[in-house]
């Protein structure tokens, strides 16, 4: 793999990061990090999805009519995200159970129509795919970061599984039911891209 | 061709929308049994575990056959209507829109260790969507055996925890009806004073926090479906205390 190509990959990770530095995506990134599985499932479903749909769409892409380009964007992220749904629903029905509505969230999602507007348009198929796959992941790792710190501080659990022993509640420590509310994952996210920019100073706006 | 004529783009977009539809549909009919075959053996996994059966997916079937004695479509007059496939014909959801008089309403009656359960489908409305269940009875008519939830869109982690183990549990034991069989229900009670749920004649158990209207949904679909088993809850009793 060329050092492009791995840029594709790694830049959103950190330099180009969909959620810290485009903040793009954050309505789920806030709506589905109050426990760590749901974000993981949603990171993978979003992960297929984008990666599909920028193939197709660089495929198609000197053939798209100008015009009515979003609108084949859309029509390509839906198809892809009901695929999704209809085959984890066959196949997978306690996933597709315990994610229900935000599969089709993904939809709305501004990082994928973002992707296929900004990239898939004007790269070829195999970039397109790392660059689909590398902007998910750099999605999913702070998805899955915000979850982490919401779950075990809002409920004491991780996954599920409670991780705050007994003797804490015992000698008073209270879950904080305020991490479960959508504004404590603004502020996660907010101290993430504090903490972020405070490490990586070429982020900071000039000015 | 001009990508940008408007013939162009006419013909992508109905070749786009034909091929789209065509997919999706082929997609939606392959997969159409598979998951009408998961959502039927949920459903007979839900009305077992309400008396305590648990089962994976698979095996929920055999069980259910092996334990479910009777299925009835009860009347709103507590009457049976003999002539209707409960389990297969009678969705909750449909009944819901009629009027109570031209209503069934399901009853599964159970059987384990000779001791007799009775179950009732139960179905309301959450914050964002319908949410469901079943609800078991024991022999008295009165005590609860156990519950299951389910929902369609409320939100992960606050109203979606009413499926969670904690908040099911919590239901098991309460009881339905005063001493004088009046239908009281269980309320889902943000000022219970019972935290450990230790008193199970409260007809409470406690809410979830930052859950009120899914919670409250609770309380009155229990309450909504219930009151139109008493006439048949009463039949039942009368019949047990001539036989005594």
């Not at chain 1, 609108?71 to 066959?90: C, E």
């Not at chain 1, 939809?107 to 973002?114: D, E, F, K, P, S």
């Not at chain 1, 490490?199 to 000015?207: D, H, S």
């Not at chain 2, 049994?33 to 039927?40: A, H, I, P, S």
């Amino acid at each position: 793999m060329s050092n492009k190509n791995r840029a594709l990959l790694s830049d959103p990770m950190d330099d180009n990061n969909p959620i810290t530095v485009q903040v793009l995506g954050i309505c789920s990134a806030l709506a589905i990090t109050v426990q760590l599985k749901a974000a993981i499932v949603m990171s993978i479903s979003v992960m297929a999805v984008m990666a599909a749909s920028n193939v197709i769409i660089s495929l198609l892409r000197d053939l798209i009519p100008n015009r009515i380009r979003i609108i084949v964007q859309l029509v390509v992220v839906a198809a892809m995200v009901i695929l999704v749904d209809q085959v984890l629903r066959a196949y997978a029905y306690d996933v597709s159970k315990e994610l229900s509505i935000f599969i089709g969230l993904i939809i709305t999602n501004c990082i994928v129509m973002g992707r296929l507007e900004a990239f898939a348009l004007g790269n070829g198929v195999w970039r397109s795919f790392l660059d689909g796959i590398g902007n998910a992941a750099g999605y999913g790792w702070i998805l899955i970061l915000v979850a982490f710190f919401r779950e075990l501080l809002g409920s004491g659990k991780l996954g599920g599984v409670k991780v705050v022993p007994d003797f804490m509640y015992e000698i008073g420590y209270v879950d904080n039911g305020l991490m479960l509310l959508s504004p404590m994952a603004l502020i996660t996210v907010g101290v993430i891209i504090w903490i972020q920019r405070s490490r990586n100073r070429k982020l900071i706006e000039q000015g | 061709m001009n990508r940008d004529s408007n013939l162009y783009t006419f013909l992508f977009a109905t070749i786009m929308v034909l091929v789209v539809a065509t997919v999706l549909a082929f997609t939606s009919q392959s997969l159409k049994d598979l998951q009408k075959e998961n959502v039927r053996k949920e459903k007979m996994q839900n009305i077992l575990s309400t008396v305590g059966i648990v089962t994976d997916r698979d095996g929920a079937e055999e069980l259910f056959n092996k334990y479910i004695e009777s299925q009835l479509a009860i009347q709103n007059d507590g009457s049976i209507d003999a002539s209707v496939d409960v389990f297969n014909n009678v969705k909750l959801s449909l009944e819901l829109k009629k009027l109570p008089k031209e209503q069934n309403f399901p009853l599964y009656v159970a059987k384990i260790e000779s001791k007799k359960y009775y179950i009732i489908p139960i179905r309301g409305n959450g914050l964002w969507n319908a949410i469901y269940g079943y609800i078991s009875i024991k022999e008295d008519l009165n005590t609860i055996k156990g519950v299951v939830f389910d929902h369609i869109g409320e939100t992960a982690g606050l109203g979606a925890e009413i499926t969670q183990d904690w908040f099911i549990e919590s239901f098991v034991d309460e009881k339905l009806f005063d001493i004088n069989n009046n239908l009281i229900g269980i309320k889902v009670s943000k000022t219970n004073n019972d935290p450990n749920n230790s008193d199970k004649n409260d007809h409470e158990v406690d809410a979830i926090s930052g859950a009120t209207i899914t919670g409250d949904g609770v309380t009155d679909m229990i309450i909504e479906r219930l009151e139109h088993y008493i006439p048949y809850f009463n039949t039942l009793r009368s019949n047990k205390i001539a036989l005594n």
